[in-house]
Nanobody
């Protein structure tokens, strides 16, 4: 059974911090780029940040640049999203997703993006109070 399970969400005041975790079970993340997404109430889901297999390439949405940091520990089969200086507009359900990367690419370990995700977690709720 292939699963991604998020944790670390909760209620936090504006300016506070949270660290989200995404743990894979039933498979290894060694061949997967990972993305974090969020969906605010009444809005469509958007990509927040993604990270390549080797951890060296990251992309961050403009709305969270300078505040959010994505990282991964392949040995622990885990990806993290450190969220600092949180704002009320950061409120939403945060989900992680895994994209299997073809080893036929020129630089398969260095790619990440927000499309073509193969497996999704259920999400964890982040609420930022004003």
């Amino acid at each position: 059974q292939l699963q991604l399970v998020e944790s670390g969400g909760g209620l936090v005041q504006s300016g506070g911090s949270l660290r989200l975790s995404c743990v894979a079970s039933g498979f290894t993340l060694d061949y997967y780029a990972i993305g974090w997404f969020r969906q605010a109430p009444g809005k469509e889901r958007e990509g927040v940040s993604c990270i390549s297999i080797d951890g060296g390439t990251t992309n961050v949405a403009d709305s969270v640049k300078g505040r959010f940091t994505i990282s991964r520990d392949n040995a622990l089969n885990t990806v993290y999203l450190q969220m600092n200086s949180l704002k009320p507009e950061d409120t939403g359900v945060y989900s992680c997703a895994a994209e299997k990367i073809s080893q036929d690419l020129d630089y398969p370990d260095e790619y990440c993006g927000f499309g073509g995700m193969d497996l999704w977690g259920e999400g964890t709720l982040v609420t930022v109070s004003s």
